[in-house]
């Protein structure tokens, strides 16, 4: 058994730290107060070919493992998990990746890629979550078109994107049967957004989105009708590794700041980390992050190792509900070890403590990747 990365991953993880700490530490801060995505830093990665590494050559995509995607994923959320909200592999261009015709791909797929354009995936709504099939987003053809009418919302990218991957009910009787993959692009007539403002993620856009009367062209139909449940599941798999290594690199940073902290501060003559609690604390933080890391880079090979994405499907849920559930204890560990001084708003800790809670809700609530697990289980 290797647990090593290949000195191809290694250099890029490399690359990605670099890249991290001189384009996006610098403008953190900013993003977050302003509550605004930095459009430039996707554009940067995607220039250097960092945005999508998994991607298809043919594309402009690296045509790397599976692991690199979430390398970019674990060193951008270790910065800002707000900022990695936004970039790298997402739902949205994986459907069209998998599912589109070569035409498509290289219309909303490649730009997408390079950096050059957002999308954003509209699935949610105001009544329909994790019950995904119960969407009441109606797509109604009419000759040439689709006219599509309803609203969504929590849509990542909604008011900075350049089109919308979006599900849509053609045939309410079917149920989840009847939901079908539309790209809508932002200059369509009807298509209005609204930002949402959030407890933490500050720096990742969100928005709410409504269709009045919007008339999509049948050609901007992604696969086949009533099959776009379907390619969310598939979609959704591959996403779950995307958020578990991000909660990787968000519990690595609340981690570290915690063991410096402990080193630094004095308390009763002696550093707070002398402390038996606070040492002990800090040792499980150690030990949960590695065996989470090693657990969501397994997912990852494996997913790049089978033939069908329901044979990771249990490992990939896996990985977001325990790194998930690391990822939330480590940051409000830290937050506590931090004590008045982490709650600051000049503190990263409390951001920290914030963003963790968005990842137990985020590609399906950790609630979910346990049902998924269970049913893969035969139960």
């Known amino acids: 058994m290797d647990f090593e990365l290949s000195e191809e991953e290694k250099m890029f993880q490399q690359a990605i730290r670099d890249f991290c700490q001189k384009e996006i530490a610098p403008v953190v801060d900013e993003a977050e107060e302003k509550e605004e995505f930095p459009v430039e830093i996707a554009r940067k990665l995607g220039k250097f070919g960092y945005l999508w590494p998994s991607a298809p050559i043919e594309y402009g995509g690296g045509g790397m493992s599976k692991v690199c995607d979430a390398i970019v994923k674990e060193e951008t959320a270790y910065v800002c998990a707000g900022i990695s ?15 589109g015709t070569h035409e498509q791909k290289l219309k909303w797929l490649a730009p997408v890629i390079a950096g050059e354009k957002i999308g954003a995936y509209g699935l949610t709504e105001p009544d329909a979550g994790s019950d995904a099939a119960s969407i009441k987003t109606r797509a109604v053809r009419k000759g040439d078109y689709y006219i599509v009418n309803g609203d969504k919302c929590f849509i990542t990218r909604g008011n900075i994107c350049d089109y919308v991957t979006l599900m849509a009910s053609t045939d309410p009787s079917k149920g989840g049967r009847g939901i079908t993959v539309l790209i809508v692009e932002r200059s369509t007539p009807g298509f209005s957004n609204a930002k949402m403002k959030k407890m933490g993620i500050h720096s990742a856009d969100t928005a709410m989105l409504a269709f009045q009367d919007s008339p999509v062209p049948v050609e ?22 995307d958020y578990a290594a991000m909660t ?8 570290e700041a915690a063991l410096d902290y402990a080193k630094r501060r004095e308390q009763f003559g002696q550093p707070l980390g002398k402390q038996e609690r606070i040492s002990f604390a800090i040792a499980d933080m150690a030990t949960m992050i590695k065996a989470a890391r090693w657990q969501v880079y397994y997912a990852c090979w494996l997913s790049d190792h089978v033939e069908s994405n329901l044979e990771f499907s249990a490992d ?16 409000q560990e830290s937050l506590q070890i931090h004590g008045g001084h982490g709650l600051m708003m000049d503190s990263p800790v409390q951001r920290y403590a914030r963003d963790a809670r968005f990842y137990g ?18 139960l």
Request: net charge neutral; aromatic share 8%; with cysteine.
């Open 85 to 99: 909200q936004c970039l790298g592999p997402d739902i949205a261009p994986d459907i069209i990746r998998r599912h």
């Open 220 to 241: 901007n139909l992604i696969g086949e009708e009533g099959r776009g449940f379907h390619y969310t599941l598939e979609a959704l798999d591959y996403n779950r590794l």
């Open 248 to 255: 990787v690199g968000l519990a690595q940073a609340a981690y």
């Open 316 to 331: 990939a849920a896996m990985a977001k509900l325990f790194a998930g559930n690391v990822c939330m204890w480590v940051t």
């Open 361 to 378: 809700l985020m590609a399906g609530s950790l609630e979910m990747c346990q049902l998924v697990i269970a049913r893969r289980l035969g």
